[in-house]
């Protein structure tokens, strides 16, 4: 499945230097903002030991890993929501990504141009996030003009919609993400395709480039989510992060294995087996008859597949089958 990460946060913290960091593309990262105009893209492997130790396993031709998209979106400020700094353009960019790294600065250094003067990451935090609730804000109010009618008439889609709506709306006036706001089963589907900024998944990233260690454990006491740390120049914490995205969008991994490919494959907790086989061939889900199952530590303490299946370690499993993290599983189909 594709995963996609928009990076985020105001110019001059950090977010290209993150981005040249993983995927090595060289993106401009000069020192002034809106450096960034184009939204970059880049493939980054999901670090997993698993992976490795299968396709030894097997004598893999080839060992492919699962992969996250990291979008760099060049930096917002205050005033995004109505356009300033090309704020428009860059909001659209982040409504295509499916979570949001939100990058912030906590290091002080009079050699890296702070828009505001002044380093203070909390406030910083609450400059993007007002202008996502913002953006927010109009999306919501001119879906429910464009539902009025529908809604008036009674049509049953329209009327879930508006009582979403309204129930957003409120959160976004108040200054609330909508992630916050409580939703029925029957109104997430209609949401969903409002695609809004503040409903998606983010996860706070703090370059901690040179920071005060004593700010720092201030700042962490005070954020409003999940976060982890980050040292762009040093490159360190990556593989924290991209576990932490892993988490935050509530995927894991599964494995296919043998002598031409060991892969890893990215589908969300809780799958089905027919569903899990999406991953590879959307015909997997309508042609699935059954699935061969075993842990792949249990693979490998059993030397030899065929030793695995003599233990009975490998286990048929059916159509109900909910695939769990670092299951090897051979479709039939």
Known sequence: MGLSIGIVGLPNVGKSTLFNALTKKGVPAENYPFCTIDPSVGIVPVPDERLGKLSEFSRSEKTIPAAIEF?????LVAGASKGEGLGNKFLANIRETDAILH??????DKDVIHVANKVDPIFDIGVINLELIMADLETVNKRLETNSKDQKRGVKEAVILHTALEKIKTALEDEVMASTVILEDNEKPLVAQLNLLTIKPMLYALNTSAANENKLKEV??????????????????FDEMIRACYKL????????TGESETRAWTIKIGSTAPIAGTAIHTDFKDKFIRAQVIFWQDLLNSGSYAEARNKGLVRTEGKEYIVKDGDVVEFLI
Do not use: H, K
Not at 103 to 108: C, H, L, N, S, Y
Not at 227 to 233: K, Q, S
Not at 249 to 256: G, H, P
């Open 249 to 256: 969008l509530s995927l894991e991994t599964f494995f296919t």
């Open 71 to 75: 979008v760099d979106i060049a930096g």
């Open 103 to 108: 990058m912030v600065r906590t290091f002080e």
């Open 220 to 237: 962490i006491s005070m954020l409003p989510g999940p976060y982890v740390e980050l040292d762009p120049v040093f490159e360190t914490g």
